[in-house]
């Protein structure tokens, strides 16, 4: 078995009139993230992180901003492609650690739905698949609720 490692980060600035999504769930906030697609900086990140470690470039590359048939998409659906795109060079998702940067809301007791969700996106089961969710120490453009980051590692596997 041949295994590879890829690290992926994403940011994006909090606004009003937007809906917030994280881990390829909805959540409740009066700010949501700013972006071309839906925004979902965890999904983006674990996708740049499988690409990465698939040596298939990045997120934009495959996926730009610039295309129209991107604008507002659920990030699950380029989750999905992803996993199929890696696939095409035999490899497999064997797991994912992934942490979120953000000072609200507080996301504790979403991330097993998000676990869930990313799980059931990527075809593997949901032990295979750590959220974790952390503050900034009101520090920085997080700490000031000017928007939510979030960082990724993967494994992915070949027979």
């Known amino acids: 078995m041949k295994i590879r490692v890829g690290f992926g980060y994403d940011v994006h600035a909090l606004v009003p009139g937007r809906e917030l999504w994280l881990g390829g769930i909805r ?6 993230l700013l972006g ?17 470690a698939a040596n298939m470039r ?5 996926f730009p901003d610039t295309a129209g048939e991107y604008k507002n998409i659920d ?17 497999r998702v064997g797991n994912i650690d992934a942490t979120v940067c953000a000072e609200r809301p507080k996301l504790k007791a979403r991330i097993p739905e998000m676990q869930e969700t990313l799980a059931r996106v990527m075809g593997v089961d949901a032990d295979c698949v750590s959220v974790k969710a952390t503050t900034t120490e009101k520090l920085g453009f997080t700490g000031r609720e000017e928007g939510i980051s979030a960082y990724a590692t993967v494994l992915i596997e070949r027979e």
């Open 75 to 91: 990030s699950k659906v380029l989750l999905a492609k992803t996993v199929a795109l890696i696939a095409t060079k035999g490899y």
């Open 36 to 52: 071309h697609s839906d925004a979902d900086v965890l999904i983006h990140a674990i996708c740049d992180a499988l690409l990465g």
């Open 58 to 62: 990045d997120i934009g590359y495959h």
């Open 27 to 32: 959540l409740e906030h009066e700010l949501g």
